[in-house]
């Protein structure tokens, strides 16, 4: 092949430095770009079949490659949806078209109440209200976009608190006890607290203490609702929601009756409300609440999402409630490196790279999962700029030897001449 061979052999030469040049580009177009893992050009030689009496030049060609498993620096932000793993790992999205990838990119904001990334793609995970925390270990199957958008209003029933007064040793006994819902009803002390029903409405309890006996007290509570016009006595019927008779060590002033000191209450189109009455007294001095309280809440939205390091998505309501809304887990491969990369920095699985994995976060070989933060792009600026003058002088010296094939091949034409 001679001179024709050697300008084949430049060809190839300037043709992989422009390959390297191109993953330099992407590199350094890339160095902010969230997740981001560097490409590389690797060399491979192509040789000639020849014999030992003359030399064939061959060729070479180039294999590009990208350093998925290369861990990039953390940038802590604000946002605690931000999400970055440390360790191995990706995150499962989907595309619009629903086509479910791997990635490391986690800047994650809401969207139309579900978590989206920079590029588009949409966080998974398993939907803990509707009990799909089981992972199928090879497959998406059963993961949902992650977010606010079904998680809508919620109320909750009151179920527990406290009522906890000092019924005053010295209280006259009552002639008109407020069981007896009289107009005269005759009563020690009134307290009310609020609760909630199913629906999240607030329903107010009045109640009302009444000396009935020498170290004996009766508790009897009310539908604020049923009051009289002016308020209190005589209550609507259906109103009276309970009565409790309570009996107090006549020594110490401690409530030993009823066990356990417990005052429950039926709330209308609610739960039963268990008041804790421990801590209830009679001693001398004034009727005085010193503990009065009830869970439950009326309708409240979602006011923002906690992620745990093992991928819990907490939904944290405007009224402080917590609820565990979600699962994110991890994916991985036999063999990250070879992943076919995606646009929008994500990647699909390959016969190369392995079957789908997946596992919880922080837990096993897969890394944790932390709020707050982005992976940066793992681009080496430095070294694209080492690698890109590297690249320049290997394609200029290809072309040397170009041209000065194309010179010789020149003398020999003009040797017929």
Do not use: C
């Amino acid at each position: 092949m001679g001179l024709y061979g050697l300008m084949t052999t430049s060809i190839s030469g300037m043709s992989v430095q422009s390959d390297r040049m191109g993953t330099v580009a992407d590199n350094i177009a890339n160095v902010n770009t969230t997740g981001y893992k560097e490409a590389s050009a690797e060399f491979a030689t192509l040789v000639a079949e020849g014999h030992v009496a003359s030399y064939v030049p061959g060729s070479v060609s180039t294999i590009s490659r990208r350093a998925i498993t290369h861990q990039g620096d953390l940038s802590y932000t604000t946002s605690p949806t931000d999400l970055a793993i440390s360790g191995n790992g990706f995150f499962m999205v989907q595309s619009p078209s629903g086509t479910p990838y791997l990635t490391r990119a986690g800047s994650f904001i809401p969207v139309n109440g579900q978590l989206v990334n920079a590029a588009g793609f949409t966080l998974l995970g398993y939907d803990l209200l509707n009990g799909g925390s089981t992972s199928v270990i090879n497959s998406a199957a059963g993961l949902v976009p992650v977010g606010t958008a079904n998680l809508g209003l919620k109320a909750t029933p009151s179920t527990s608190g406290t009522f906890q007064v000092n019924e005053p040793s010295d209280a006259a006994i009552s002639t008109s006890l407020p069981s007896a819902n009289a107009a005269t009803a005759d009563y020690a002390g009134m307290t009310s607290i609020v609760t909630y029903d199913n629906l999240g409405h607030q329903v107010t309890l009045d109640i009302y203490s009444a000396k009935t006996a020498n170290n004996q007290w009766e508790v009897t509570v009310y539908d604020h609702a049923g009051a009289a016009s002016g308020g209190g006595f005589p209550y609507a019927a259906g109103s009276q929601l309970t009565t409790q008779n309570l009996v107090f060590d006549g020594t110490t002033g401690k409530l030993t009756s009823p066990s356990p000191p417990t005052l429950a209450v039926n709330i209308p189109n609610g739960a039963t409300l268990n008041l804790d009455m421990a801590n209830t007294t009679q001693l001398a001095g004034s009727y005085s609440p010193t503990s009065a309280t009830a869970n439950g809440n009326g309708p409240s939205a979602v006011d923002r999402l906690e992620i745990s390091a093992d991928g819990i998505v907490t939904a944290v309501y405007a009224d402080g409630s917590r609820v565990d809304a979600f699962k994110i887990p991890l994916a991985n491969v036999a063999s990250p490196d070879n992943l076919t990369a995606i646009s929008g920095n994500v990647f699909a699985t390959n016969k190369d790279s392995g079957d789908l994995q997946l596992g919880s976060a922080n837990s096993g070989a897969l890394g944790k999962i932390q709020s707050g933060a982005l992976e940066k792009s793992s681009v080496d600026l430095a070294s694209e700029l080492t690698t890109m003058v590297e690249a320049q002088r290997s394609y200029t010296a290809n072309s040397k030897v170009f041209q000065t094939g194309t010179e010789l091949l020149d003398v020999l034409v003009n040797l017929v001449r």
